[in-house]
């Protein structure tokens, strides 16, 4: 098993910036993939960014530039940090695990709220 603890979750004002941390705990092989997703009201949950073991990252259109994915290996933690924070970002960032144990296994957290006003 293994738990997923977001924070840095806040109000920000439009241009503003905010750091998420997402630790991770359980049992966290070598090969994995961690990632931030988000879900606004009324919305599907969609994909942020993500990060893969060996450092390599993806993101969506709607954030590249702005936000930047990072992992801190030793610490088991994954970071976004986001700048130039729009108010159409709000919404519940989750942060999530895709762990190789034979086959892919899929983790998530809590969610962390983040709210941009404008």
């Known amino acids: 098993q293994v738990q997923l603890v977001e924070s840095g979750g806040g109000l920000v004002q439009a241009g503003g910036s905010l750091r998420l941390s997402c630790v991770a705990s359980?049992?966290?092989?070598?090969?994995?993939?961690m990632g931030w997703y988000r879900q606004a009201p009324g919305k599907q949950r969609e994909l942020v960014a993500t990060i893969t073991s060996g450092g390599n990252t993806n993101y969506a259109d709607s954030v590249r530039g702005r936000f930047t994915i990072s992992r801190d290996n030793a610490k088991n933690t994954v970071y976004l940090q986001m700048n130039s924070l729009k108010p159409e970002d709000t919404a519940v960032y989750y942060c999530?695990?895709?762990?190789?144990?034979?086959?892919?296994?899929?983790?998530w957290g809590q969610g962390t709220h983040v709210t941009v006003s404008s």
């Open positions: 999530n695990a895709k762990i190789l144990a034979g086959s892919w296994y899929s983790y």
């Open positions: 359980g049992s966290i092989f070598s090969r994995n993939s």
